[in-house]
């Protein structure tokens, strides 16, 4: 929604969206901080609405991914934040690609990632 062509992009071209429950979370905290909460709801509301977007579940599976890549990590000395590991176990699950600018992801080694970060300069 802020600003970055390439994530706009690959959103409108998705033949279908995939959306982790715990980037849900992270982003009502998000409203509820801000001073538009209902604005951003709506939109929010709107956009899971759409035939073409699905939320995925967190299963006792995903607690394994979890398990693993977390293991990964710690062997590597790379701390990487707990929501961003669950969602990189959501996608490994699923074998969703990450759609992001966070440079965490890219030290997980069991997902896919389409790194946006370049796209921003």
Do not use: C
Request: charged letters at 20%.
């Amino acid at each position: 929604m802020r600003g970055s062509p390439e994530a706009v992009t690959a959103v409108q071209e998705a033949d279908t969206i995939y959306v982790s429950p715990i980037v849900l979370g992270e982003l009502q905290a998000g409203f509820i901080r801000g001073s538009r909460i209902k604005k951003n709801q709506r939109e929010l509301d709107d956009f899971l609405s759409s035939p073409r977007v699905r939320v995925v579940e967190v299963h006792e599976t995903t607690s394994m991914r979890y398990a693993v890549i977390l293991t990964s990590l710690w062997k590597a000395g790379t701390p990487t934040p707990t929501n961003d590991i669950w969602m990189a176990a959501t996608a490994m699950e699923y074998g969703l690609q990450v759609l992001t600018s966070d440079p965490h992801y890219l030290k997980i080694a069991q997902i896919l990632v389409h790194d946006l970060s370049d796209s921003r300069s």
